[in-house]
């Protein structure tokens, strides 16, 4: 859990809790833990672990009851253990440029236009990171930031997944298009198309809308075209972290087709 932003640039102080998201950060390194704290109390083997692991890493391990933890994380299941950890911020579309030019291989981002649960947020990063998406980029209004609740849900992947707020999230849609050649396809229930259909292996942008209304009629307007998911059933859409998860890896299906080819094309 964290009370901040990630990525490079500039740092800030976050706050993670929970046992799998604090032995996730003493074990990933991605973020930098400063000091921890845990019940004096309490006597799980997990903890034990993750206060063996910060002190071999020389990470101050601090005595704090329950009423402290709650007071430091109000709403939060701490499960009896917090750290304080450095790091990255949240970043704007100057950074977003130059992790775009520096990229080695094709663009493949994830969009999120109006996503406020910070649960959902936390699982969409999740998500993210187990696709390899290069970034996630979302509007600085009507968005979720880093909060406590979305680093605590997406399990590490919050310092791990490059995430942009962006002012004008439409400007830099058509930037993507314009400047890198990436293709933008949203996802809206009355498309014609199911996401299987659609080719997902170039520079590629998945633009997946907010919790009940979906994406802005602006943000649906700058996408190149746009998918549905098959329903069969009584429901008619699904929750977005779901969702996402699915599109990202019919995206990644497709395009560990398209690198198995290239490996057998190249010359023994």
Not at 75 to 95: C, D, F, K, L
Not at 182 to 204: C, F, H, M, N
Not at 209 to 228: F, I, N, Q, S
Not at 236 to 253: F, K
Request: hydrophobic share 40%; net charge neutral; with cysteine.
């Amino acid at each position: 859990m964290t009370a901040g932003k990630a990525w490079s640039g500039g740092q800030s102080t976050q706050l993670v809790a929970g046992i799998h998201s604090v032995r996730s950060a003493l074990k990933q390194g991605v973020v930098s833990i400063v000091e921890l704290w845990v019940e004096p109390h309490r006597q799980d083997q997990r903890i034990g672990e993750i206060t063996a692991m910060a002190e071999e890493s020389g990470i101050p391990v601090k005595p704090a009851d329950r009423q402290q933890l709650d007071r430091l994380l109000p709403g939060i299941n701490h499960q009896g253990v917090a750290a304080r950890t450095s790091m990255p911020s949240v970043q704007g579309e100057s950074t977003l440029e130059n992790l775009l030019k520096n990229l080695q291989a094709p663009p493949f981002l994830l969009i999120l236009d109006g996503v406020q649960d910070p649960h959902n947020l936390g699982a969409c990063l999740r998500s993210a990171d187990g696709a390899g998406v290069h970034a996630v980029i979302a509007p600085k209004d009507r968005s979720v930031g880093l909060t406590p609740v979305v680093s605590k849900v997406a399990s590490g992947a919050a310092g791990n997944v490059p995430f942009f707020q962006v002012t004008n999230l439409v400007r830099t849609l058509k930037a993507l298009q314009r400047d890198y050649g990436v293709w933008l396809v949203g996802t809206a229930g009355e498309s014609d198309r199911i996401l299987y259909q659609a080719d997902l292996k170039g520079p590629l942008a998945l633009v997946m809308g907010g919790e009940g209304k979906g994406m802005r009629r602006l943000t649906r307007e700058a996408c190149d075209y746009l998918v549905r998911l098959p329903m069969h059933g009584a429901v008619e859409s699904l929750n977005v972290s779901v969702a996402t998860g699915i599109c990202l890896y019919e995206a990644v299906r497709q395009r560990s087709a398209v690198k198995s080819l290239e490996i057998m094309d190249q010359p023994s």
